[in-house]
T-cell receptor, first 113, second 114 residues
Framework: DTGVSQDPRHKITKRGQNVTFRCDPI?????LYWYRQTLGQGPEFLTY????????KSRLLSDRFSAERPKGSFSTLEIQRTEQGDSAMYLC???????????FGPGTRLTVL | QQQVKQSPQSLIVQKGGISIINCAYE??????FPWYQQFPGKGPALLIA???DVSEKKEGRFTISFNKSAKQFSLHIMDSQPGDSATYFC?????????????WGLGTSLAVNP
């Protein structure tokens, strides 16, 4: 399967703990996006990478959130000192080319107790 | 303020019927309009997308109609099937360099009765 993969699929953590999620994009895609989706809502943009450069961060991304894409391939999203409001599905998407059709992974469901 | 407004919130259709979902936007910088289908516990999957230079695009049973002057676009699902039961999202992307971040509607939960 050459689609976007995310790990883990589910994460349950206690408030105040740190968590890290991984996204492996489609191999030839140079653009990578993170979105957050809460129940009953559409996804909300968090951040965007072109190759290894993080080019835009949403105001939704507080200083407890950090994302990296060190070699322009996989990406990680870390949340420090998790809060109950961080509970959501975290989605990763990748794209390439001018049209930029985004292909999504299955998401990581985070539950903060 | 919701930049992409989607309606209805939920929709029930009989098998074989036509499902219609509507979206409206305000930002004239949007130039790419995809529709995604999402099943519970899964990531969104692209169904069909359109750019403002065409008024209609059809792929199989799925058709997007686009009205640039009204800033509205809609998804029509012909011959709806129970397997189409899912949440559908419209989205829009502004032309802003290489960042094609998507701005999403709130979704429409579609149920197709057998």
């Amino acid at each position: 399967d050459t689609g976007v993969s995310q790990d883990p699929r589910h994460k349950i953590t206690k408030r105040g703990q740190n968590v890290t999620f991984r996204c492996d994009p489609i191999s030839e895609h140079n653009r990578l996006y993170w979105y957050r989706q809460t129940l009953g809502q559409g996804p909300e943009f968090l951040t965007y990478f072109q190759n290894e450069a993080q080019l835009e961060k949403s105001r939704l991304l507080s200083d407890r959130f950090s994302a990296e894409r060190p070699k322009g391939s996989f990406s990680t999203l870390e949340i420090q000192r998790t809060e109950q409001g961080d509970s959501a599905m975290y989605l990763c998407a990748s794209s390439s080319g001018q049209e930029g059709t985004q292909y999504f992974g299955p998401g990581t469901r985070l539950t903060v107790l | 303020q919701q930049q992409v407004k989607q309606s209805p919130q939920s929709l029930i259709v009989q098998k074989g019927g036509i499902s219609i979902i509507n979206c409206a936007y305000e930002n004239t910088a949007f130039d790419y309009f995809p529709w995604y289908q999402q099943f519970p516990g899964k990531g969104p999957a692209l169904l069909i997308a359109i750019r403002p230079d065409v008024s209609e695009k059809k792929e199989g049973r799925f058709t997007i109609s686009f009205n640039k002057s009204a800033k509205q676009f809609s998804l029509h699902i012909m011959d709806s099937q129970p397997g189409d039961s899912a949440t559908y999202f419209c989205a829009a992307s502004p032309h802003a360099g290489n960042n094609r971040k998507l701005i999403w509607g709130l979704g429409t939960s579609l149920a197709v009765n057998p």
